[in-house]
């Protein structure tokens, strides 16, 4: 059956670094997201990518966030310098047609420790 | 705006007990509503949906879940607990108002004991 992967699996980086979190989503989905789950808090979303471009996003992804399909697989999150509280597990989603009742299929997550 | 509200962060069963995790939603339109489940160091697995069709919906593992309006509420149920359903589940709204973002509740771990 086919998933959604991200690599790497656990991220440690300094304050100020960039970081890129990497998603492979299906392959026949159009839409794709990224998600994040601060420790004991909800998950929360962060942005919805369709057609090679930002479609929706929340309060939280301000600018030190952009994402990218750098080529016909990937789909990734890069933050341009790390604060503390960007330490959380991210999720990277995908789903197969834009209808709000199509499924999201997660990825096991990046687990993104700021130090 | 849409918010989910999940009623007890921690729920303990025995095993071959019923399981009622509760999820009450609040949405100005018309909801559709997801139950999905995280192993432990896994990602989000869909359990259910409810996308206005009928509002009893089955899903994987013997759950279901039931929609009701008057109530505002998702609740999922399981008549028999299983060792293998220990992990947290989060319930889940969106609609048709163009968003494409899930708004999650904030979970709930079942714990079953043998």
């Known amino acids: 059956e086919p998933e959604v992967t991200q690599t790497p699996s656990h991220q440690v980086t300094q304050m100020g670094q960039e970081v890129i979190l990497r998603c492979v989503p299906i392959s026949n989905h159009l839409y794709f997201y990224w998600y994040r789950q601060i420790l004991g808090q909800k998950v929360e979303f962060l942005v919805s990518f369709y057609n090679n471009e930002i479609s929706e996003k929340s309060e939280i992804f301000d600018d030190q966030f952009s994402v990218e399909r750098p080529d016909g697989s990937n789909f990734t999150l890069k933050i341009r310098s790390t604060k503390l509280e960007d330490s959380a597990m991210y999720f990277c989603?995908?789903?197969?047609?834009?209808?709000?009742?199509?499924?999201?299929?997660f990825g096991p997550g990046t687990r993104l420790t700021v130090t | 705006a849409q918010s989910v509200t999940q009623l007890g962060s921690h729920v303990s069963v025995s095993e071959g007990a019923l399981v009622l995790l509760r999820c009450n939603y609040s949405s100005s339109v018309p909801p559709y509503l997801f139950w999905y489940v995280q192993y432990p160091n896994q990602g989000l697995q869909l359990l259910l949906k409810?996308?206005?069709?009928?509002?009893l919906v089955k899903g994987i593992n013997g759950f279901e879940a039931e929609f009701k309006k008057s109530e505002t509420s998702f609740h999922l149920t399981k008549p028999s607990a299983h060792m293998s359903d220990a992990a947290e589940y989060f319930c889940?709204?969106?609609?048709?108002?163009?968003?494409?973002?899930?708004?999650f509740g904030s979970g709930t771990r079942l714990q079953v004991q043998p």
């Open positions: 889940a709204v969106t609609s048709d108002t163009g968003r494409r973002a899930l708004t």
């Open positions: 989603a995908s789903s197969r047609n834009r209808e709000p009742f199509y499924e999201q299929y």
């Open positions: 409810y996308t206005s069709a009928a509002t």
